[in-house]
């Protein structure tokens, strides 16, 4: 079985700050990893993903994740936050090998920005 | 069309009450999902569907009944639910047989119970 923790459940970071939003993962078995978005009063979108390759993947607004396999993490990062970045931010996992999609999602993290 | 629409957007209704939610994506996704979503809170899985076919059931109360009528389409009837059913119900689908694992959400039907 997966599971997926991340540690900061609140990130209070100043406008044009950097941050970065951790997430460790727990699984025997080889997995995709992904980072969810959740803007306020709407669904989850997809941020980025990492399936296989580089291990570093971005985003088209300009957050970023690597994979570390031997830490069993994939942390986002981003070098400048904006206002509009305030959201809560999901680290997920799913099992290669599940035929039905099915992710394990963490606690989520409140990417608080500050004027 | 890449997007996953549910309605409606917001219910209100009382626990003696039956009513359905529905969600519909055009992707040709053959895996389809409802969350349950308190607030800030992560998605609690409920529901999935594979090739139209419920595979999993987390052990959700009988007062949530799914349903897929093809695989385009998938409901969640709601009967005789209790004020801490008031939630966020999300739908996601995804190309299944473990494509890219990668889930698509609706923007979700909002539930008050009362």
């Known amino acids: 079985a997966q599971s997926v923790t991340q540690l900061d459940s609140q990130v209070p970071v100043f406008e044009e700050a950097p941050v970065e939003l951790r997430c460790n993962y727990s ?34 607004n300009g957050f970023e994740a690597e994979f570390n396999k031997s830490q069993t993490s994939f942390h986002l990062r981003k070098p400048s936050v904006h206002i509009s970045d305030t959201a ?12 039905d999609d099915k992710i394990i999602f963490g606690k989520g993290t409140r990417l608080h920005i500050l004027p | 069309d890449t997007e996953v629409t549910q309605t409606p957007k917001h219910l209100v209704m009382g626990m003696t009450n039956k009513k359905s939610l529905k969600c519909e994506q055009h992707m040709g996704h053959r895996a389809m999902y409802w969350y349950k979503q308190k607030a800030k809170k992560p998605p609690e899985l409920m529901f999935v569907y594979s090739y139209e076919k419920l595979s ?38 995804s190309q299944g ?17 009362l």
């Open chain 1, 27 to 60: 699984s025997s078995v080889s997995v995709y990893l992904f980072w969810y978005v959740q803007y306020p009063n709407q669904g989850l979108q997809l941020l980025l993903k990492y399936l296989s390759g580089s291990t570093l993947v971005k985003s088209i």
């Open chain 1, 88 to 99: 809560e931010y999901f680290c997920a996992v799913s099992d290669r090998r599940n035929r």
């Open chain 2, 56 to 93: 999993i059931n987390e052990s959700v109360p009988s007062r949530f009944s799914p349903e897929c009528p093809n695989s385009s389409l998938l409901n969640l009837h709601l009967h005789a639910l209790q004020p801490e059913d008031s939630a966020l119900y999300l739908c996601a689908s």
């Open chain 2, 97 to 113: 047989l473990n494509r890219a694992g990668e889930q698509f959400f609706g923007p979700g039907t909002r539930l008050t119970v």
